[in-house]
Every structure is written in C-alpha cells, then in structure tokens.
Nanobody, 124 residues
Framework: VQLQASGGGLVQAGGSLRLSCAASGLTFRDYSMGWFRQNPGKEREFVAAIRYSSSTYYANSVKGRFTISRDNAKNTIYLQMNSLKPEDTAVYYC???????????????????WGQGTQVTVSS
C-alpha cells in the first residue's frame, strides 16, 4: 500500500488549500481514510476521516471549515481547507486502514498505512 499526499503550501490566513492523497496497492473502496496533522514536538492530531461508506468525521477545530471527500474511481481522497488560520500550520498526513472501527476513527494508532506528509503553512 502506498499513499501519496500533495497540495500543501504557503497561504495567508483566510485563504484556502486543497490536499490530495492518492492511494495504490489496495482495494480503495474498502478502506477508511483519514487526515492527521503534526507539528514538531507535538502528537499527531486527528483532522478528518471518511469511512468506506463515505460517512465523514471532523475534529471540532476544523468543523465547518474543512471538507473531506473521496473519489473511488481515482483512488484519491481530498481535504478542502477554507478559512485557514495560523494554528492550522502543520505537516498533514493521510492514512488508511481497512478495519477502523467507528470508536477509533480519530485515533492515529488505528491506521496501518501512512503517506509521507505535506507541509501546510498559514501566515498571519
């Protein structure tokens, strides 16, 4: 399984970015997918997830600003990030697992496969 995240960059506060995560080596439609973020010296933090059923889940800090989606035909998930804030600055990682249960959807330890990360920097 390989996950390739892209789309990060530098943006001013209030701006938007769209992250993508292309997956290969798996039956994509069977997998739950997540986005997490991490800053140096801090734990990896849940951002959003989308199950194989397309149900979506968000961290309170991004609810209403970020939207996760999936395109099973392209084996890709997306994270549309609007109204970005400086505190959204982090390396963003995508993750995948076939067997994530609902109560663990926000737990990074529940995901077996990870992408390499893409840097998002929001300037004030």
């Amino acid at each position: 399984v390989q996950l390739q995240a892209s789309g990060g960059g530098l943006v001013q506060a209030g701006g938007s970015l769209r992250l993508s995560c292309a997956a290969s080596g798996l039956t994509f439609r069977d997998y739950s997918m997540g986005w997490f973020r991490q800053n140096p010296g801090k734990e990896r933090e849940f951002v959003a997830a989308i199950r194989y059923s397309s149900s979506t889940y968000y961290a309170n800090s991004v609810k209403g600003r970020f939207t996760i989606s999936r395109d099973n035909a392209k084996n890709t998930i997306y994270l549309q990030m609007n109204s970005l804030k400086p505190e959204d600055t982090a390396v963003y990682y995508c993750a995948a697992d076939r067997s994530v249960i609902l109560t663990s959807i926000r737990n990074p330890d529940a995901y077996a496969y990870w992408g390499q990360g893409t840097q998002v920097t929001v300037s004030s």
